[in-house]
C-alpha cells in the first residue's frame, strides 16, 4: 500500500477513541478544495512509501496501551491494492479500523463489510447526485453511480458510519444541503465542514457560501429533527 503520510495520534478523527491516521496516496477524483492535494498524484511504492509503512507499524506496536485504532484516510485509500492486506494486519494487533472513502469502489466497501474489517466509515457525500460532477471534477455518471451505491451499502451495513459534506464554493446551494441530507435515515449522522481556505487544489476560491455554517445546520435540524447534524 502506498503511504503518503502518517499522523502518530489523533483525539478528533475517530470518534470516542484515540487514534494514528494513516494517510494513503492517490486519489481519482480532483474536489477544487481539496485541502491534501499533495495526496492526489497516483504514485509507485517508493522508499518513503516504505519506510512510512514500517513507522507506522513500529509506532502502533510500541504504544499498543494508548492507541486504539487506525484512522486510514487519503488520498483514497480503496485505490490501493494493498488495502485489505493493510487493514488484516492491522486489525490482527488488535486496532478498531476507521474508513475514510470518497466512495468510487463499492465492491471493495462490500467485500470489507462482509469480512468483518471496519469497525467505522466516513464517506464523501459530494454533493446532490445530479450535479457531483460538479465537485469531483472527474469521470462521468458511471463515477456518480458507484459513489451512490457505496453510499447505500454503507447505509445498510449495520457498521458505524458518518456521511459528510465539504461546502464547495461557487458549486453548493443551501436546497443542496436540504436535498443531500435527505438522503440519510432516521439517526444517521451528518457532517458539514468548511472549506480549508489554507491550502486547497485550486487557488483563490472564494471565501463567499451566501450562508453560515452554523445557521445551515440550526436550519437542517429543524428540517430533519431525526438526524444528528453538525458542524465540522
Ligand atoms: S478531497 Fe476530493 S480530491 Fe481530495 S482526496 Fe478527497 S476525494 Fe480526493
Redesign the pocket.
Known amino acids: 500500500m502506498i503511504i503518503g503520510g502518517y499522523q502518530p495520534m489523533s483525539l478528533i478523527d475517530y470518534p470516542g477513541k484515540v487514534c494514528s491516521i494513516v494517510f494513503t496516496q492517490g486519489?481519482?477524483?480532483?474536489?477544487v478544495?481539496?485541502?491534501?492535494?499533495d495526496?492526489?498524484p497516483i504514485k509507485l511504492e517508493d522508499q518513503k512509501s516504505k519506510m512510512l509503512s514500517e513507522e507506522v507499524f513500529a509506532h502502533l506496536e510500541k504504544h499498543r496501551n494508548m492507541i486504539e485504532a487506525v484512522c486510514i484516510t487519503?488520498?483514497?485509500p480503496t485505490i490501493q491494492k494493498g488495502l485489505r492486506a493493510f487493514i488484516e494486519k492491522i486489525k490482527g494487533m488488535g486496532f478498531d479500523v476507521k474508513l475514510d472513502t470518497?466512495g468510487i469502489h463499492p465492491n471493495l466497501v462490500r467485500k470489507l463489510i462482509d469480512a468483518g474489517l471496519i469497525d467505522y466509515f466516513a464517506m464523501?457525500l459530494?454533493n446532490v447526485w445530479e450535479r457531483y460532477l460538479d465537485v469531483?471534477q472527474s469521470g462521468g455518471s458511471a463515477i456518480v453511480e458507484q459513489c451512490r451505491e457505496t453510499f447505500e451499502i454503507i447505509q445498510s451495513s449495520g457498521v458505524a458510519h458518518e456521511f459528510r459534506t465539504?461546502i464547495c464554493p461557487g458549486v453548493h446551494t443551501k436546497s443542496d444541503f436540504v436535498e443531500m441530507a435527505g438522503y440519510l435515515k432516521d439517526g444517521e449522522t451528518y457532517f458539514i465542514q468548511e472549506t480549508q481556505f489554507q491550502k486547497t487544489?485550486k487557488e483563490g476560491l472564494s471565501t463567499e457560501f451566501g450562508f453560515s455554517v452554523p445557521d445551515l445546520v440550526h436550519y437542517l435540524r429543524s428540517i430533519y429533527p431525526s438526524l444528528i447534524i453538525d458542524q465540522r
Open positions: 486519489c481519482a477524483f480532483r474536489c478544495y481539496c485541502h491534501n492535494p495526496l492526489i487519503g488520498g483514497e470518497n464523501d459530494k469531483i465539504t487544489l
